[in-house]
């Protein structure tokens, strides 16, 4: 086999030995007829499946020819059962999806046909979804074509698709799963308060609001459609990681591309294309149209899927600190301000309180700045360092442990290094000064090399006993010298203990 590009030879000759590869080049050399010349791995998503492009030449009708395919090493049987089974029926069907060439007997390998690397995601954006005056963007022409083929998968035939399925129907438990999926995963590793017995009622009545839309609205529900799992090839949209289908509304499916974090679109991009879905939709099913109905479903399912996606992001980037789901955070809340002002969430009381207090959460409110962002914190080491929410992993951090430490003198016990008192108690000791001087010498090498090759974020940190005298001193006076420095740096200074948090504007001393 040819080295493939990019790859180190000790990671070839670890990945020539893997037994997935092994699989995957015997279910191309038995559908191709031929060999395969180059296995290259592709990125992941966030599961654990393996992807592979394999390369080489298939025999058709006696003469070889080039062909690639994409070679897929599974992570779960029923998943991947149900994706090569769900292919096959909607395929056949008409709906844009790609071929599976050939799978193993136990379906966890298979190979497919190669839709290339030009995600839906990548070619659309905020700055083209809503055109120029007079005319349609590319982007919308796209995203109207796609919510076209969402429609026509989600109106199969149920008796074709119904026995492939893996998972049981959308309804309450499947709702309430989802709503404490972000009670649990992003609500309580945030840190905010919360009545849960009020909650859970809410909760209750909102899957009971759920469920009426599901029982009227039923047909496949792609589950996890976003512009990530469209693939363009030869400028036609493929749906691909339809392998959670159920039967469910299929008006979740819109609202999951439309409402996607990342994607950027505007409120009124978004109404334009629901109101394309729902022609579509009526027109296939011989249906009047009923707006109001229609937009109180947008309205519930848009919320809903907020919700659902900040538990993921939650468990993905607040728990496991994976720096893609951290970043997706700010989109999110961003949806979610402008969906708890809506007339549909007024039913839901406790929620609507909840998510009020976490569209303000300054963690993610300062995250807009284009440059680099400096975050200079000051904390207590009993209470464990700073979190990260770039996904980054940290930065430098300063022990001012072995300062005299003012909090031992009644006298400053109630101030903080942000008192002028305490701020002669430590500089009249000299020591103070060296120290920051020194934190500052070694931190700004970094910050100077961030600011030249373009990086997003740095943290700082300062540390002692209780987080409320040294700490808040070193923290003041270096984040107030960086902003000096480094105007075009977005410098913001965080006394965790405090609970201060506030953005450094440069302003010279007289």
């Known amino acids: ?219 496949f529900m792609y589950r996890d459609f976003q512009s990530r799992n469209v693939m363009l090839s030869q400028g036609r949209p493929y ?36 109101d394309h879905y729902f022609n579509e939709r009526c027109a296939i099913n011989g249906e009047a149209r009923h707006p109001e109905t229609e937009t109180l479903q947008t309205q519930l399912f848009a919320l809903f899927r907020t919700l659902q996606v900040l538990g993921a992001y939650g468990l993905r980037g607040l728990v496991e600190r994976k720096a893609y789901f951290i970043e997706s955070i700010p989109g999110a809340l961003s949806n979610l301000k402008d969906l708890i002002n809506i007339g549909a969430a007024d039913r839901y009381p406790e929620l609507k309180r909840v998510c009020a207090v976490i569209i303000s959460d300054v963690r993610f409110l300062n995250n807009s700045h284009d440059g680099l962002q400096i975050s200079v914190f000051s904390f207590s080491y009993k209470k464990g360092y700073p979190s990260d929410f770039t996904g980054n992993g940290g930065g430098f951090m300063f022990d001012c442990r072995g300062m005299h430490n003012p909090g031992r003198y009644i006298e400053y016990r109630n101030l903080t290094g942000r008192d002028k008192p305490v701020a002669d108690f430590l500089e009249e000791r000299g020591e103070v000064q060296e120290f920051a001087s020194n934190a500052l010498r070694i931190v700004s090498p970094s910050v100077e090399t961030y600011l030249r090759r373009g990086f997003s974020s740095l943290q700082i940190g300062f540390g002692c006993t209780g987080g409320q005298h040294r700490s808040v001193y070193c923290a003041e006076r270096v984040a107030r010298e960086l902003a000096e420095r480094y105007p075009s740096a977005c410098v913001r200074l965080i006394h965790r203990e405090q609970n201060i948090d506030t953005l450094i504007t440069p302003k010279k001393e007289i």
């Open 1 to 219: 086999m040819q080295l493939p590009n990019n790859c180190e030879e000790s990671e070839w000759q670890t990945m020539d030995k893997d037994k997935d590869i092994e699989i995957l080049t015997e279910l191309y050399r038995v559908y191709c007829c031929a060999g395969v010349n180059e296995v290259s791995r592709l990125p992941g998503a966030g599961s654990g499946r393996r992807y592979f492009r394999l390369s080489g030449s298939r025999i058709v009708n006696g003469q070889e020819v080039p062909f690639s395919c994409i070679g897929v090493a599974g992570d779960s049987e029923r998943d991947c059962r149900a994706f090569v089974s769900l292919a096959k029926v909607f395929g056949e069907a008409g709906v844009a999806v790609p071929e599976v060439y050939v799978a193993s007997p136990d379906y966890m390998h298979y190979i497919q046909e190669d839709l290339g690397d030009t995600s839906l995601f990548s070619v659309i954006s905020s700055n083209t979804a809503d055109g120029d005056a007079g005319g349609e963007s590319v982007a919308e022409k796209l995203v109207k074509e796609v919510m076209t083929s969402l429609v026509r998968m989600q109106t199969v035939k149920a008796s074709l698709w119904e026995d492939h399925v893996e998972y049981n129907p959308f309804g309450r438990r499947q709702a309430m799963w989802d709503l404490n999926y972000f009670k649990y995963e992003y609500l309580r590793p945030s840190g905010f308060d919360f009545d849960e017995d009020r909650l859970e009622d809410d909760f209750e009545r909102f899957a009971d609001d759920l469920t009426k839309v599901s029982e009227t609205r039923g047909g």
């Open 239 to 274: 749906f691909i990681d339809f392998q959670g289908g159920r039967r469910g509304p299929g008006v979740y499916d819109a609202i999951s591309f439309l409402w996607q974090a990342k994607a950027g679109f505007t409120n009124g991009f978004r109404n334009r294309m629901m």
